[in-house]
């Protein structure tokens, strides 16, 4: 395998450090190589027998790294920055990973500084540790359906908080199981019978000596996943377990304990800052979470070989690397190209992001959540520029994540039956990987939002309003052209192809708008129009960030041109390849002609994988991932993939420990249990 | 959830027993509740640590289930077909899988009769245990690449087995890693230096009473898999191992031991007809496979409720069951009505089978085995019904196992988090099937042997020869109108539906031959339309299938009217649906307009939607799992759904018995460790 790939990496002239900066950035390399460093000398970060540990043996080992990584974190100082690389490049979901962000994030933001005080000071040290409680059995999407109640008792000033039925057990909760003692728990707030909707409340569940659950709560471990085996998702169930006023988070609202009076306070525009923070960070690590499946199956399918070339004169003799079969190149190039499309795609959302919070904190405004679950519009008031991230927040969550899940499992096949075998390594980081299409806005729940968001836009543009926004923008320049239609050179030109995409999100934006408003069809008819609509206008905003940063950034002077110039072919692979896919659509609005579309698929993209083939290997090199963060057999960067999984299954499979006894009629099953060095096999 | 389904299946007037028996036939269901009584009754199959068990516990239960499954075959004398029954009913691959399927099978087809005595005899009585041994580290798909040698030894009458590199290690051979003493090994035969290409040797590998593998040799597991780890997947490496004459498997080519020549004899044909029996056979499961997701899903998303329906009026309160909108619907049924579209084509394909193997134990002619990989053209004579069976199963058997698997996938994510959980039963099951996408030909490959057929089909059809079968049928049709068009009723008549397929089909087989007889271009450039190809002419083939059933079969005396008239709109819906996310080939062969197809989406199928809806459950009720089966919480036929999460969960959960300390600066994990029932959770 060593010389295919070294002959791979000789014949691109990519200057793959140069790209690695560009991706990751030059201090970022620094802060993980220095880390990695440490990790790799710890023993308990071995991961010599990740893939053959069960649930147990996993989440037992999950935790020691967890109790380690804090002790490091004490020892190197490390920041929040480098806590997260050393996480990611233990690159497991750990026990402490709900105290450290939705526990302490919520205090944080919704707490009073006294409650900053009583609960974030020991939650930082490790003195409680927390977990957010919101998900129930009965209820996850539907937040204002959630059933634990607190009630509020003026007598003596404390609220009670309990579970009325079975489905009304939290559930799901990431940290809960075994390890948190706190929880952050959103409960219906019950005032003198009246509802005031869900709030946060802080509340112990466990003792902090012994551990075991406090009275009057029935805490646990809701059992196994399909993945994240290494986190302990919890249930918990509260019969009348009082908390006292303080416990309420209250920087928001609160109750007057003189009056029993609910107050609201401030503008919590912060939390649904937060919200649109977290799916920004989702959209900006799909691109190196689907890197990491590619990375592996590129790698491997440049050294795995199998049938000669029938058409290729007598004389070449050899196998083919499957990499050369065209039926691989189009399963596994466009999702290099989306590695790059989608990284470039977050880090325009989170500049977006940040403009906007720049913008919020000099003017103090904001407004109402608009997290509430999918729904018909609001109407509501507001900044545009607030609306228009929510919107591109849920839209490009909602398309990155399945982009990267269902592209894993591509790179996964693609790998033949090898790809089937754990060490590949990509089997379970898709598994881990999974929920992400789920949390933070159920995949298809989240394109209601954006539909929402695009009928308001149209309706606004159809009102004669200036465009105020990027997206009003696009939506009236396509109404002022509904006259004389459009001509995009989509194969000519990298600015038309781009204008195409928004032509046909615009087009089924009006068309959606039509439905609603003049045919008055049911919010329920339109979902599966709504849900294209998102995709559509996601896959825009996709494609234009792609274009704006290899138009407008400044890469033209971070790489070399050869790079360069092969980002831009990865450019028009991903949008000709998104186009043909879609085709239907673009054609209907008429953003490109059948002609067109034929062209895009016969000619463009087999022409543009043939040009990209030769740097396929250095590409996925750009993206840096090291072999231990990969733990992958086929991935390696030495390609001694048969090496690798040999050494595996006959070295540290302690399977190969036992000897059957493998007849019916016998009760034994195991005659012989050894440890592996032992064995003969 | 009970009163929920309860009210579901008031609404239905589907007869679901008459509908099971349509599905199983009354035999078969009577002989499963048999064996499942029996099954339920040993403690050795009960399910309920399923879940939790790692490797070595899942592995060691799934060995004694297997040895029960044979003391019980022969103490209630069953069939092989109750044998299977009952190992579908324990429902997990077990390690004397391949010995009772491949091993056996191998023998029995290629053996002379006195091999069979001697191998099969013992193997029937599990005196010896095998596997087939076929792919190995570096080679799967590509047959002929294999290195393991198998070297004719003239002095003593013997073979030499050997592998020359680490590469030629046997690899994912099942029941071999712990279970098998006997493989069967195809390896490369030589005589005097000249290779004669891959053959069957049956070799020992182990020691029949002390288990230990023989000398110079060198077996193991391969370690842990995405699924299908209660098998003991195995690598096999061989240092000079002699073997005798005898057990190279002698029915079509043997050496003459006097003489040292090769002798061919008698015609593999049935081989060939094994192959396409095994695809047939994926594809006949391939319905059944998919509707255990339906199934769970469709139950639980009829017992689920969140949100109410904001159009609703005022009066109507309550929350929704998920299954009511319109975006889950689309997700859902579609793959509901694939269940039954599958089974029809999967007992059409095994009907085609059956009449060819009359065909050809009459006429005692067959051809030469076909499956040597994919790659252009071969120009070979032989039946065209043969080469039309094998064509349909290896394009049926790619097209029918990608739906089943993505299927399981999309019901999965369409339960939301629940899903996520292994207590769903999806995601093992779905982790278990998925390796049929890759093996018996990779989905990708098989499309090659696919679009080689259709190219030969129409250069006969374009030669003028008289159509000889279906394929050159629908090819003659086409051909003929290719001056006037056609104009297809595809909303108004199901006949016409039907036709649309069968044209955009020949379509893109004509334009297939175009690129590559008069334009030339290479075949690897082509596969990727050769892809698109082989899923039309098989899309059409289901299509085809499901109507005839429905039209020329006898349902409509097997079943009632309403569930003949359903299962009418089961079709509509699967053809339309399909049509509408292949709308732009539909419209770029002409086969409907643009105005069709986007109302095929927009009216047609939405109104199926509706339609359907009522009758989902009780139409998944007519596959007829019983919940032991099923091992779901999500897909209980009671719909307790929340009641059963809870129950495994604190119940069965053994990581429930752990105190753990959470604190980082103490190094102990577990603190405690208790079985279940003691610990307080
Ligand atoms: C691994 C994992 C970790 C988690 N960690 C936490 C945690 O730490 N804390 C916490 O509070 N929660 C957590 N959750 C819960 C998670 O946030 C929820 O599962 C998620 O919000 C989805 O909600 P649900 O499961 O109720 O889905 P549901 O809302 O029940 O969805 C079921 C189906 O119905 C559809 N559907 C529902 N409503 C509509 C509608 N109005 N229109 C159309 N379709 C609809 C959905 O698309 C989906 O297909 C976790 C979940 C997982 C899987
Ligand atoms: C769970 C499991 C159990 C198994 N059990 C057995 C067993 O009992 N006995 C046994 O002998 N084998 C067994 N196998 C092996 C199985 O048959 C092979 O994995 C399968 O045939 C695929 O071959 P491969 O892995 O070599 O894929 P490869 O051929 O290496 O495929 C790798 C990739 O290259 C592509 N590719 C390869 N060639 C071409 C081409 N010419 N044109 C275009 N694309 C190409 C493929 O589509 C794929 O994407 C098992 C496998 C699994 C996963």
């Given at each position: 395998?060593?010389?295919?790939?070294?002959?791979?990496?000789?014949?691109?002239?990519?200057?793959?450090?140069?790209?690695?900066?560009?991706?990751?950035?030059?201090?970022?390399?620094?802060?993980?190589?220095?880390?990695?460093?440490?990790?790799?000398?710890?023993?308990?970060?071995?991961?010599?027998?990740?893939?053959?540990?069960?649930?147990?043996?996993?989440?037992?080992?999950?935790?020691?790294?967890?109790?380690?990584?804090?002790?490091?974190?004490?020892?190197?100082?490390?920041?929040?920055?480098?806590?997260?690389?050393?996480?990611?490049?233990?690159?497991?979901?750990?026990?402490?990973?709900?105290?450290?962000?939705?526990?302490?994030?919520?205090?944080?933001?919704?707490?009073?500084?006294?409650?900053?005080?009583?609960?974030?000071?020991?939650?930082?040290?490790?003195?409680?540790?927390?977990?957010?409680?919101?998900?129930?059995?009965?209820?996850?999407?539907?937040?204002?359906?959630?059933?634990?109640?607190?009630?509020?008792?003026?007598?003596?000033?404390?609220?009670?908080?309990?579970?009325?039925?079975?489905?009304?057990?939290?559930?799901?909760?990431?940290?809960?199981?075994?390890?948190?003692?706190?929880?952050?728990?959103?409960?219906?707030?019950?005032?003198?019978?009246?509802?005031?909707?869900?709030?946060?409340?802080?509340?112990?569940?466990?003792?902090?000596?012994?551990?075991?659950?406090?009275?009057?709560?029935?805490?646990?471990?809701?059992?196994?996943?399909?993945?994240?085996?290494?986190?302990?998702?919890?249930?918990?169930?509260?019969?009348?377990?009082?908390?006292?006023?303080?416990?309420?988070?209250?920087?928001?609202?609160?109750?007057?304990?003189?009056?029993?009076?609910?107050?609201?306070?401030?503008?919590?525009?912060?939390?649904?800052?937060?919200?649109?923070?977290?799916?920004?960070?989702?959209?900006?690590?799909?691109?190196?979470?689907?890197?990491?499946?590619?990375?592996?199956?590129?790698?491997?399918?440049?050294?795995?070989?199998?049938?000669?070339?029938?058409?290729?004169?007598?004389?070449?003799?050899?196998?083919?690397?499957?990499?050369?079969?065209?039926?691989?190149?189009?399963?596994?190039?466009?999702?290099?190209?989306?590695?790059?499309?989608?990284?470039?795609?977050?880090?325009?959302?989170?500049?977006?992001?940040?403009?906007?919070?720049?913008?919020?904190?000099?003017?103090?405004?904001?407004?109402?959540?608009?997290?509430?679950?999918?729904?018909?519009?609001?109407?509501?008031?507001?900044?545009?520029?607030?609306?228009?991230?929510?919107?591109?927040?849920?839209?490009?969550?909602?398309?990155?994540?399945?982009?990267?899940?269902?592209?894993?499992?591509?790179?996964?096949?693609?790998?033949?039956?090898?790809?089937?075998?754990?060490?590949?390594?990509?089997?379970?980081?898709?598994?881990?990987?999974?929920?992400?299409?789920?949390?933070?806005?159920?995949?298809?729940?989240?394109?209601?939002?954006?539909?929402?968001?695009l009928l308001k836009s149209a309706r606004s543009v159809l009102s004669g309003a200036k465009p105020s926004n990027e997206t009003t923008r696009i939506l009236s320049d396509f109404r002022s052209r509904s006259e004389?239609?459009?001509?995009?050179d989509i194969l000519g030109s990298d600015e038309d192809l781009v204008s195409a995409f928004a032509w046909r999100a615009s087009f089924l934006t009006f068309e959606a708008l039509k439905h609603r408003d003049d045919?008055?069809?049911?919010?329920?008819?339109?979902?599966?129009?709504?849900?294209?609509?998102?995709?559509?206008?996601?896959?825009?905003?996709?494609?234009?960030?792609?274009?704006?940063?290899?138009?407008?950034?400044?890469?033209?002077?971070?790489?070399?041109?050869?790079?360069?110039?092969?980002?831009?072919?990865?450019?028009?692979?991903?949008?000709?390849?998104?186009?043909?896919?879609?085709?239907?659509?673009?054609?209907?609005?008429?953003?490109?002609?059948?002609?067109?579309?034929?062209?895009?698929?016969?000619?463009?993209?087999?022409?543009?994988?043939?040009?990209?083939?030769?740097?396929?290997?250095?590409?996925?090199?750009?993206?840096?991932?090291?072999?231990?963060?990969?733990?992958?057999?086929?991935?390696?960067?030495?390609?001694?993939?048969?090496?690798?999984?040999?050494?595996?299954?006959?070295?540290?499979?302690?399977?190969?420990?036992?000897?059957?006894?493998?007849?019916?009629?016998?009760?034994?099953?195991?005659?012989?249990?050894?440890?592996?060095?032992?064995?003969?096999?």
């Amino acid at each position: 395998g060593s010389e295919l790939l070294a002959a791979e990496r000789g014949q691109s002239d990519i200057h793959v450090e140069k790209l690695q900066e560009l991706l990751l950035t030059k201090d970022v390399i620094e802060r993980r190589n220095k880390i990695l460093d440490i990790l790799k000398s710890e023993p308990v970060f071995d991961k010599s027998s990740n893939y053959f540990n069960g649930r147990m043996e996993r989440f037992e080992r999950a935790l020691a790294r967890e109790k380690k990584l804090q002790l490091l974190r004490r020892k190197h100082n490390w920041t929040t920055d480098e806590l997260r690389t050393a996480s990611e490049a233990v690159g497991e979901p750990g026990p402490y990973a709900l105290h450290e962000s939705m526990f302490k994030i919520t205090i944080g933001e919704q707490g009073t500084p006294e409650q900053q005080e009583k609960f974030l000071k020991p939650a930082t040290d490790y003195k409680i540790i927390g977990c957010y409680a919101q998900t129930e059995l009965g209820h996850g999407s539907n937040v204002r359906g959630l059933e634990t109640t607190a009630t509020w008792n003026p007598e003596d000033k404390t609220f009670t908080i309990h579970s009325p039925h079975l489905t009304a057990s939290k559930w799901w909760i990431g940290s809960l199981g075994r390890t948190a003692n706190f929880a952050c728990v959103m409960a219906q707030l019950y005032i003198g019978g009246k509802s005031f909707g869900p709030h946060p409340f802080i509340v112990q569940v466990r003792d902090l000596k012994t551990h075991q659950p406090l009275e009057n709560i029935h805490v646990g471990d809701i059992g196994p996943k399909f993945g994240y085996n290494t986190m302990d998702n919890g249930f918990l169930l509260f019969n009348k377990v009082k908390v006292p006023h303080f416990n309420m988070l209250g920087r928001f609202s609160r109750i007057d304990p003189q009056t029993n009076k609910y107050v609201r306070q401030g503008s919590p525009s912060l939390i649904y800052g937060t919200l649109t923070w977290v799916r920004s960070n989702i959209v900006m690590q799909a691109g190196s979470v689907l890197a990491r499946g590619v990375t592996i199956a590129t790698r491997y399918c440049a050294v795995r070989r199998q049938f000669q070339d029938r058409d290729a004169p007598p004389g070449e003799k050899g196998e083919n690397p499957v990499l050369n079969y065209t039926m691989v190149q189009i399963r596994l190039l466009p999702l290099l190209a989306a590695t790059f499309a989608l990284h470039f795609t977050g880090k325009g959302m989170m500049h977006m992001y940040q403009e906007n919070q720049k913008r919020m904190n000099g003017s103090g405004k904001g407004r109402e959540s608009e997290t509430r679950g999918a729904g018909p519009e609001e109407t509501q008031a507001g900044s545009d520029i607030l609306a228009d991230l929510h919107a591109t927040s849920c839209g490009l969550k909602s398309l990155s994540s399945s982009i990267a899940a269902e592209g894993l499992e591509v790179c996964r096949r693609a790998c033949g039956g090898h790809g089937y075998s754990s060490f590949s390594g990509i089997g379970s980081w898709y598994a881990d990987y999974l929920p992400t299409v789920t949390w933070e806005g159920d995949n298809f729940m989240l394109t209601q939002q954006v539909a929402r968001y695009l009928l308001k836009s149209a309706r606004s543009v159809l009102s004669g309003a200036k465009p105020s926004n990027e997206t009003t923008r696009i939506l009236s320049d396509f109404r002022s052209r509904s006259e004389i239609g459009c001509a995009f050179d989509i194969l000519g030109s990298d600015e038309d192809l781009v204008s195409a995409f928004a032509w046909r999100a615009s087009f089924l934006t009006f068309e959606a708008l039509k439905h609603r408003d003049d045919n008055k069809k049911p919010w329920n008819d339109l979902l599966v129009d709504f849900y294209r609509l998102s995709k559509a206008h996601s896959q825009y905003l996709v494609v234009r960030n792609f274009y704006d940063a290899l138009k407008h950034g400044n890469i033209g002077r971070e790489v070399d041109a050869t790079t360069h110039d092969v980002l831009w072919k990865l450019f028009r692979l991903w949008a000709l390849h998104t186009l043909e896919q879609e085709g239907s659509e673009f054609f209907a609005s008429g953003a490109a002609s059948r002609h067109q579309i034929s062209l895009a698929r016969t000619n463009a993209v087999m022409k543009l994988l043939k040009e990209i083939r030769p740097h396929a290997v250095s590409l996925v090199d750009g993206w840096g991932f090291d072999d231990w963060v990969l733990d992958s057999s086929l991935g390696r960067f030495d390609g001694k993939v048969y090496e690798d999984m040999f050494h595996r299954a006959s070295e540290l499979n302690p399977l190969n420990g036992v000897t059957v006894d493998p007849y019916p009629e016998n009760e034994v099953l195991f005659k012989k249990v050894e440890p592996l060095a032992k064995s003969k096999l």
